[in-house]
């Protein structure tokens, strides 16, 4: 809380206090009686907040080197003790009311101020061949892949069916909630709320696409048709449609397949004449960028059964196998985003992508080779697998103590095992000033969370279609964290049996390259059309043997279990 009555009153009596973004070279004011969170996000530097500025996610830390505000009972709470002896608070908590300096980590900002690393192509894609779209239809188009996360625009030259230009940026409805659940809430508050989303979304399409055109010299009015796939949730949002349905049981959308649109009905300013094709989804939060992955491997017309997933925000598992597809969608949890994860963050400079050992001693790997500043899905996942592959992690998720450890323990990684208020974590690495990296037990339980409703769901499609895990030949991991995670360490943590190893592919963005194709090639439109349409869907939630399934799942496989 902020305080008494006579420190409130106190603080009315100051003028705007003078705050210091240090690692940001910015000053901002903060008037009297407003938090540092809305000082902070008024100034045009939105910061991480599931929460909204309620102080009960604690995705909001900054960092006092100046004029520390007094430790609230949600800083205690949600902040390391250590930490808010060394002036860490949440922005939504304090209220200065004198000059400070600040610091803010990466892992508090909201993606938008920030690069981020975003998957456009997809892995050993090859240019579509030469040919007419629709009968020699002249003009451009734009094929989209709107992710929770990211949003990817391909510009298509329609007559040769050839990219010329691509756009990638965060999903600015980030600033809402890093997860569909979270999206589906903000968009059922009301009619405000819902339009906020859409606008946020089109008008970042809107300009991303326009300075493509720029960039390649493009008449705006020569954009002749827009194709967007997404996963159901996006796909409401965009077209201004309450998800809300889809956030309770039976958990269905309002829409599958969508009619023919204008610009102008979605609130396209630049692009209101373009005609625009949502691809259609399957069900549930079952959407047409796994529909258009499918499509674009060309996994229903192979021979062998094959395993498709996109681990994303969301899990989308589906089996193929003998021109018959069953999908499914697991509630898998944002952790292999970095979501819920004490020092985790998305995939931007600095954040830890790979970890590993060399002659006994940690190495962590960041994006762009910055300072290390967080973790992101892919490191998240290799520390978990390195922790069990040396004992430091037992297969039911506990982390251990030192007097524990046996011989596979390194000493440099067993030094770095230690407890704060009363949670056992592991450094991965150590920073005074910004803040240190560690891997808690509670984050290792997240990852339990995540994966076991994965592996649980894959089963579940192998049993519906009369299949066991022996019987499948490939798996393609699509998205972002799929084509960044090692192989060996999915197997580690059991999101995927162990009969796959060596058979696992990264197909990088499946969904972009799907999208692609529907807008050039009207064969692959049907396809897609004809496929969600076919695909059989179950849902995971209703089935009593998830539940068992899930359960069971929660542990890890036991390291001498595991092959290669």
């Not at 399957?282 to 499918?294: E, F, M, P, T």
Request: with cysteine; aromatic share 6%; proline share 6%.
């Amino acid at each position: 809380m902020r305080g008494s009555f006579w420190e409130m009153a106190d603080t009315r009596k100051v003028g705007p206090v003078r705050v210091t973004l240090e690692n940001l070279d910015l000053q901002i004011e903060a008037p009297a009686g407003v938090s540092l969170f809305t000082a902070i996000r008024k100034a045009g530097l939105p910061l991480n907040s599931e929460c909204g500025g309620r102080g009960t996610c604690g995705q909001c830390k900054v960092r006092f080197l100046e004029g520390a505000t007094p430790a609230t009972a949600e800083d205690q709470a949600l902040i390391a003790s250590w930490d808010v002896e060394n002036g860490w608070r949440l922005a939504c908590q304090a209220y200065p009311t004198t000059d400070c300096r600040i610091l803010i980590p990466q892992t508090s900002i909201y993606p938008r101020y920030r690069k981020m690393r975003v998957l456009a192509e997809a892995v050993g894609e090859r240019p579509p061949p030469r040919t007419r779209r629709r009968g020699g239809a002249e003009g451009y188009g734009v094929a989209i892949d709107v992710g929770t996360t990211t949003v990817v625009c391909y510009l298509m030259d329609l007559r040769e069916a050839q990219q010329i230009g691509v756009a990638t940026f965060t999903n600015p409805q980030q600033a809402f909630g890093p997860d569909i659940i979270a999206r589906i809430t903000h968009a059922h508050r009301g009619r405000r709320e819902l339009r906020e989303l859409q606008r946020r979304l089109v008008v970042a399409i809107d300009r991303a696409v326009d300075r493509l055109c720029r960039e390649k010299g493009i008449a705006l009015e020569s954009m002749r048709a827009i194709t967007v796939a997404g996963n159901m949730t996006m796909l409401h949002l965009l077209r201004g449609i309450d998800p809300w349905p889809m956030g309770v049981a039976p958990y269905k959308p309002v829409f599958r397949e969508s009619p023919p649109l204008a610009g102008a009905d979605l609130g396209f300013r630049r692009f209101a004449h373009a005609h625009i094709d949502v691809l259609p989804g399957v069900d549930g939060h079952l959407g047409s960028d796994v529909v258009a992955g499918v499509v674009a491997l060309g996994l229903p017309q192979r021979p062998e059964v094959t395993l498709f997933m996109d681990l994303g925000t969301n899990g989308e598992v589906v089996v193929c196998c003998d021109k018959t597809v069953a999908g499914t969608s697991c509630a898998a949890g944002p952790a292999f985003e970095g979501v819920h994860i004490r020092c985790g963050m998305p995939a931007f400079p600095g954040a830890i992508d790979r970890v590993s050992e060399k002659d006994g001693r940690l190495e962590l790997r960041t994006i762009e080779n910055e300072t290390p500043q967080g973790v992101c899905g892919s490191g998240l996942v290799d520390a978990v697998a390195l922790l069990l592959r040396r004992g430091l992690l037992l297969p039911s998720g506990r982390l251990q103590a030192r007097s524990e450890l046996g011989p596979r323990a390194p000493p440099d990684l067993r030094l770095r095992l230690g407890e704060e208020d009363d949670e056992r974590q592991f450094l991965l690495y150590k920073d005074s000033d910004r803040g240190d990296v560690v891997l808690t037990q509670s984050d290792i339980r997240e990852v339990q969370l995540a994966k076991a409703p994965i592996r649980a769901g894959i089963e579940i499609l192998l049993k519906e279609t009369n299949l066991t895990a022996d019987d499948v030949e490939n798996a393609f991991v699509a998205g972002a964290f799929g084509s960044s995670i090692r192989p060996e360490s999915l197997l580690a943590l059991g999101v995927l049996p162990e009969s796959l190893r060596g058979r696992i592919h990264a197909a990088g963005n499946t969904a972009g390259l799907g999208a692609r194709l529907a807008l050039t090639y009207p064969r692959y439109a049907r396809e897609v059309l004809k496929l969600a349409r076919n695909m059989r869907y179950v849902e995971l939630v209703l089935r009593d043997d998830f539940r068992e399934l899930f359960a069971q799942h929660l542990a890890f496989p036991s390291p001498e279990s595991m092959g290669g």
